[in-house]
């Protein structure tokens, strides 16, 4: 059950949204919402003077504000240099076979093409 702050319009004052699911029988067929002060019931949530804080009007629950974004993809570091096939690696330098020159390991270009029996830590 969650609560939300609330000014309850039957008794003025700031109170607490409770919410308790209906049952008929063993079906939920909705959610009574009351206030916790005075106890009426209200019919409509929108009806309903949610308290506003000092940003923003308390409208979602913590339910609503759980779900994590992936804003980074974990793949990004897939064309980098390192892990190419066209990367050569000695002891004295990284040389991309492809472009004909130094590289660095973390460089990434758009020849890349993944190395798959390469193992570059072996070269060492
Ligand atoms: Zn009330």
Avoid: W
Wanted: charge should be positive; proline fraction near 2%; include cysteine.
């Amino acid at each position: 059950m969650s609560k939300v702050e609330i000014i309850c319009q039957n008794c003025k004052q700031e109170t607490l949204l409770k919410r308790e699911p209906i049952y008929n029988g063993f079906n939920k067929i909705g959610i009574k919402l009351s206030c916790t002060g005075c106890g009426i019931v209200f019919e409509n949530e929108k009806d309903i003077m949610f308290k506003k804080s000092s940003t923003k009007k308390i409208i979602f629950t913590d339910e609503d504000r759980s779900k994590n974004v992936k804003i980074f993809d974990k793949n990004e570091n897939h064309k980098l240099c390192r892990y190419c096939a066209s990367y050569i690696v000695n002891p004295f330098t990284q040389y991309c076979s492809v472009h004909k020159k130094e590289v660095q390991a973390t460089d990434s270009c758009d020849e890349f093409k993944k190395s798959s029996s390469k193992k570059i830590d072996d070269l060492f």
